[in-house]
């Protein structure tokens, strides 16, 4: 089951696709402008989205079975993904149509009904876009925060398509409104490949941001004492639960329940530094010569200390 806090921001953002969808479809079929009919589009795209996004949460949120050992949380990386891809088709069709409309002029219908119904429709999603944000960066859902970005998106769209239809209507230069829906096109194509992207990262177990892994760093080397010292350190994420793993070198003679003390030390503060964080810690003797080649990560961690974005070690083999 979707927990509470996240069931309820998407449901409410399912709602508002529904609405707004009504009210920008009667916006355009009174006006026949391609610009809200683009606007209209996007509504669309944002409901199929909504549903997409509310059944990765409930798939999300199953436990961790004996094919998914890390849990199910990376599938909110696909539904971000099919997001962006979706936004990317609107963004096509609402192209091609406008490029239509250019060579083949249409007359428009009286404008003043069509904007009214669209900014009340605007006006809706720009509060959901605000209780899905705020959501989403609360629990550290990329589902929330995704749905939440393309529904803002979609309101400085609307804001744009009305103003430019305002032109139209107080102009008469109707040549204004599929430039318009180009114009929003772009918007929209740009804002689908972000999505995109970063579901690609996600998918990929791209690093958590360099703040972050400073983060990590820093709680593991309070910790350490004399003759000891770290690397190797992985890190990634899967929808709202991050990951870290890293080699400890110790001293050979600590006994099994000194260096597991030592990792329940650690463990505790690098939670403490990352919410919603699984830390997996792999205990070395430090002396031993080949635990310093025991990852293809090592010359990475090299070259960065080379050029002084990491302290240098404590102990060297």
Same mark, same amino acid.
């Given at each position: 089951m979707v927990e509470t806090h996240l069931k309820y921001p998407i449901l409410l953002s399912i709602l508002a696709a529904v609405f707004t969808l009504a009210l920008k479809s009667a916006a355009y079929f009174l006006t026949s402008s391609v610009g809200l009919l683009s606007d209209a589009v996007e509504s669309l795209v944002n409901l199929v989205a909504a549903v997409t996004a509310y059944f990765s949460l409930r798939y999300a949120a199953r436990p961790v079975d004996e094919s998914h050992t890390y849990?199910? $949380?990376?599938? @909110?990386?696909? *539904? *971000?993904? !099919? @997001?962006?891809?979706?936004?990317v088709a609107a963004a096509a069709a609402i192209a091609w149509y406008a490029v239509q409309r250019l060579f083949a002029p249409q007359p428009l219908q009286p404008l003043g009904p069509g904007l009214a119904i669209s900014l009340s429709a605007s006006l809706l999603n720009g509060v959901t876009a605000v209780v899905l944000l705020r959501a989403g960066r609360r629990y550290g859902s990329i589902v929330l925060e995704a749905d939440g970005w393309h529904l803002l998106t979609d309101v400085w769209t609307s804001a744009a398509v009305l103003g430019g239809l305002s032109l139209v209507w107080l102009t008469g230069v109707q040549l204004l409104d599929p430039l318009i829906a180009l114009a929003v096109a772009a918007n929209i194509l740009w804002t689908g490949f972000g !999505? /995109?992207?970063?579901?690609?990262?996600?998918?990929?177990?791209? #690093?958590?941001?360099?703040? $972050?892994? #400073? #983060?990590?760093? *820093?709680? /593991? @080397?309070?910790?350490?004492g004399p003759n000891m010292d770290y690397h190797a350190l992985r890190t990634r994420r899967a929808g709202r639960r991050r990951f870290v793993d890293f080699h400890l070198l110790v001293p050979g003679r600590l006994t099994v329940q000194e260096a597991h003390t030592l990792t329940g030390w650690i463990e505790e503060s690098v939670r403490g530094a990352l919410p919603d964080l699984e830390v997996t810690v792999h205990i070395e003797p430090i002396e031993d010569r080949a635990s310093w080649r025991d990852s293809a990560l090592l010359p990475l961690e090299e070259a960065r200390r080379a050029r002084g974005e990491m302290d240098a070690p404590s102990s060297s083999s």
């Amino acid at each position: 089951m979707v927990e509470t806090h996240l069931k309820y921001p998407i449901l409410l953002s399912i709602l508002a696709a529904v609405f707004t969808l009504a009210l920008k479809s009667a916006a355009y079929f009174l006006t026949s402008s391609v610009g809200l009919l683009s606007d209209a589009v996007e509504s669309l795209v944002n409901l199929v989205a909504a549903v997409t996004a509310y059944f990765s949460l409930r798939y999300a949120a199953r436990p961790v079975d004996e094919s998914h050992t890390y849990g199910h $949380e990376k599938i @909110e990386f696909f *539904s *971000s993904g !099919l @997001e962006g891809m979706l936004i990317v088709a609107a963004a096509a069709a609402i192209a091609w149509y406008a490029v239509q409309r250019l060579f083949a002029p249409q007359p428009l219908q009286p404008l003043g009904p069509g904007l009214a119904i669209s900014l009340s429709a605007s006006l809706l999603n720009g509060v959901t876009a605000v209780v899905l944000l705020r959501a989403g960066r609360r629990y550290g859902s990329i589902v929330l925060e995704a749905d939440g970005w393309h529904l803002l998106t979609d309101v400085w769209t609307s804001a744009a398509v009305l103003g430019g239809l305002s032109l139209v209507w107080l102009t008469g230069v109707q040549l204004l409104d599929p430039l318009i829906a180009l114009a929003v096109a772009a918007n929209i194509l740009w804002t689908g490949f972000g !999505l /995109i992207r970063r579901s690609f990262d996600g998918l990929m177990d791209r #690093a958590l941001p360099p703040q $972050e892994q #400073a #983060a990590v760093r *820093s709680a /593991i @080397e309070q910790h350490l004492g004399p003759n000891m010292d770290y690397h190797a350190l992985r890190t990634r994420r899967a929808g709202r639960r991050r990951f870290v793993d890293f080699h400890l070198l110790v001293p050979g003679r600590l006994t099994v329940q000194e260096a597991h003390t030592l990792t329940g030390w650690i463990e505790e503060s690098v939670r403490g530094a990352l919410p919603d964080l699984e830390v997996t810690v792999h205990i070395e003797p430090i002396e031993d010569r080949a635990s310093w080649r025991d990852s293809a990560l090592l010359p990475l961690e090299e070259a960065r200390r080379a050029r002084g974005e990491m302290d240098a070690p404590s102990s060297s083999s």
